[in-house]
């Protein structure tokens, strides 16, 4: 366990623009047993309590609201099972997601475990679980919560429980799927049982050139109207593309108002002629250009225009505010263009990218995080922009979760007896609300606090 003040000030962040509340220690256990022992003097002490993974959520989730002991799960890092005939790995929750597949991968399995969040090779599966993570497969294989086959949690008061199974189809209400995407809300997860998939025979992936965003988006829209379901549709903006090119030397045209990457995978036979489609309906939105990688080399390069853009943003900016809303598909281009007129009302630069097949928007906005009149902008911003996901039909989310970033836009989606009814869940489990508390739900539903100031209340033999 760390007490000291520079390690509890640096658990006050996460990759989000938040700061959470000073924590007062930080717990690296090893094994279920010893969270389950962590969760009980938490209890016993009545000290509120957050899982944490690699801390790269964007909405806050994994910071404190109020002083509160990190559980951090990086040294359950085990891969405990693979089980081809049954298609599904066992792992324990501080397994990076990238080193899953690489294990996969490596020994030559010729598996995968499909969800690839942006952050893949740093977030865990435990992380991943805790947000329900998305990433740039999601449009054809599902977000985190279609590979979740069962789960092990120690509950808020210690219990440790075995939920969902290792084979499908068990009766009875989905509890697996109560955990998933409930950003440690109701429980730590200490085992993961995941569902991994072959290989796909034959990938295919194409970046396409066109004049503008309403270009694209109409492909978009084509190729899923067109009944293609490609395993991932991204689209970059003008903004973007210029970011990206100078990072990493695509090359790309100037005439080129945004592209589209689309990866088409499966088996070998059929898929040239879903690469024609494909390449017939963005040639009739003025497509500009389609290159079709020849080799995985190019693949990759391809895909570079997209991965290097975050990391790209760090040559303009000391800090980035990554907006996630989701739109229906065929209102993307009105989004993007109503997200550029919202952020330039505010007076903010924005580049935006998106997961076009799901209709998941992600504009970057650079912000100076010494600018406090900045932020305030930005904050506000952001907030409009989810205000527009609703009214369009979409959502505040389209895969980062809500943490504290939006849990007053929760009020947008869900009535009063929604989140009276979802509350009523949270505090069955958990009825101090000691576990990651004050999260996801509008704060004025909590009920007043009834915990004695936690600071002081860590036992210091409870500290070694
Ligand atoms: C550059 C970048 C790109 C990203 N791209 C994507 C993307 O494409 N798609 C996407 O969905 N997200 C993306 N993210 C967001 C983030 O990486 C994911 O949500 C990821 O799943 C978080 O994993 P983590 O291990 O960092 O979790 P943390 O940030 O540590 O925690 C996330 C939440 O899960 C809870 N939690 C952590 N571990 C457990 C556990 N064992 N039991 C219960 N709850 C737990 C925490 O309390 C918190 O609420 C991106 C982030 C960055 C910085």
């Known amino acids: 366990m760390q007490h000291r003040k520079a390690d509890r000030f640096v658990y006050g962040y996460d990759a989000s623009i938040f700061r959470g509340s000073d924590v007062l220690a930080i717990a690296f256990p090893a094994t279920a047993e010893e969270v389950a022992a962590l969760v009980r003097l938490a209890a016993r002490e009545g000290l509120p309590f957050v899982a944490r993974g690699a801390g790269t959520g964007i909405n806050g989730g994994a910071l404190s609201q109020e002083a509160a002991l990190v ?4 040294r359950m890092n085990r891969i405990l099972e693979v089980d081809l005939e049954n298609r599904f790995a066992v792992v324990e929750p501080g397994v990076v997601n990238q080193d899953l597949k690489r294990y996969l991968q490596e020994r030559g399995f010729g598996f995968n475990f499909v969800p690839d969040p942006g952050s893949q090779v740093v977030s865990t599966l435990g992380g991943n679980v805790g947000n329900n993570a998305g990433g740039m497969h999601c449009l054809k294989y599902g977000v985190t919560s279609n590979h979740i086959m069962g789960l092990q949690v120690v509950l ?41 998939l072959p290989l796909p025979e034959a990938v295919v992936t194409q970046l396409v050139l066109f004049p503008d965003v309403n270009a694209a988006a ?6 899923m109207a067109a009944g293609v379901l490609p395993a991932a549709l991204e689209l970059l903006d003008r903004k973007s593309m210029t970011l990206v090119d100078r990072a990493v030397h695509i090359g790309y045209p100037e005439n080129a108002g945004a592209c589209l990457i689309v990866e088409l995978d499966g088996i070998r036979d059929g898929m040239d002629s879903d690469v024609r489609r494909v390449s017939e309906i963005c040639a009739a939105q003025n497509a500009l250009s389609i290159q079709t990688a020849e080799t995985e080399e190019e693949s990759h390069r ?9 990391g790209a943003m760090a040559r303009v900016s000391a800090n980035v505010y990554i907006c996630d809303g989701s739109v229906p598909r065929n209102r993307l281009a009105e989004a993007i263009e109503r997200v550029v007129e919202i952020c330039t009302g505010h007076g ?26 900045a932020r ?24 980062h979760g809500v943490g504290v ?16 009814a979802m509350l009523t869940l949270k505090f069955a489990l958990d009825p101090d609300d000691r576990c990651n508390p004050r999260k996801i739900f509008p704060l004025a539903l909590f009920p007043p606090r009834t915990l004695a100031a936690a600071e002081n209340r860590l036992p210091r033999d409870a500290v070694s």
């Not at 391809?302 to 975050?310: F, N, Q, V």
């Not at 924005?350 to 504009?363: E, K, M, R, S």
């Not at 970033?405 to 009276?420: D, H, N, R, V, Y």
Request: with cysteine.
């Open 71 to 74: 559980i951090e799960l990086s």
């Open 156 to 196: 808020p008061d210690g219990e440790i429980v075995e939920v969902g199974s290792k084979v499908p189809d068990r009766p009875g209400p989905d509890l697996t799927g109560l955990f998933v995407g409930s950003e440690g809300t109701l429980g730590i997860v200490t085992r993961i049982t995941a569902r991994i």
């Open 218 to 223: 109409r492909a978009v829209s084509g190729i």
């Open 302 to 310: 391809l895909w570079l225009s997209r991965r290097a853009a975050y």
């Open 348 to 373: 903010l630069d924005v580049i935006n990218l998106a997961h076009a097949g799901d209709g998941n928007l992600h504009p970057l906005i650079p912000l100076d995080p010494n600018d406090p009149d």
């Open 376 to 399: 305030e902008r930005v904050i506000v911003a952001g907030r409009e922009i989810l205000e527009m996901c609703v009214e369009l039909g979409g959502s505040i989310t389209g895969e």
């Open 405 to 420: 970033e939006k849990q007053e836009e929760m009020a947008l989606m869900f009535s009063p007896e929604e989140l009276g």
